[in-house]
C-alpha cells in the first residue's frame, strides 16, 4: 500500500488514506515539463467522466517554488488536490516514491494497492475502466 500526504499547494492537509475506495491517479507534475500539462488535459477528461464512479486524481507538484505551481493550478482551474514540499525531484515526495522523470503516474485500486507504477496518459482509460467496474 502506498502512503502519501503531506500539504497541497493552497495549504490543506492531505492524506492518501482519506481517498479509500476510490481508484486513485497520482500525478507527480511540474510547471517546466510540457508534457505533464498535456496529460493534466486528460486528467481532467478522465475526472470528469468517472469521478462520479469513484476516480480521484490527486497531483504531486516537484517545481523548485510553489508559486509558479500554485498560479499554473488557479489558471488551468485544476480542482484536485495538488501535494507540494520544497525540493523538486529531490524532495521528500520524490524520494519516497523514487521519481527520476516527470512525468510520472501511479495508478492505485480501491484498496489502495498500485496496480500500475508507470501509467502512460494512452492507457488511462482503458485502466479506468477496468478497475471500476467492480
Known sequence: KMELSGQTLDARKFSLSALAGDVVLIHYWATWC???????QLIREM???YAKSGFTPVGVNLDATASAAAAYVREKRLP?????EEGGLESRFANEMGI???PTMILLDSQGRIVNRNIHAAELET??????KK
Open 127 to 132: 485502466e479506468l475502466k477496468k478497475l471500476l
Open 80 to 84: 484536485w488536490a495538488h501535494l507540494y
Open 47 to 49: 475526472q470528469n467522466r
Open 100 to 102: 527520476l522523470s516527470l
Open 34 to 40: 510540457e508534457p505533464c500539462k498535456q496529460d493534466m
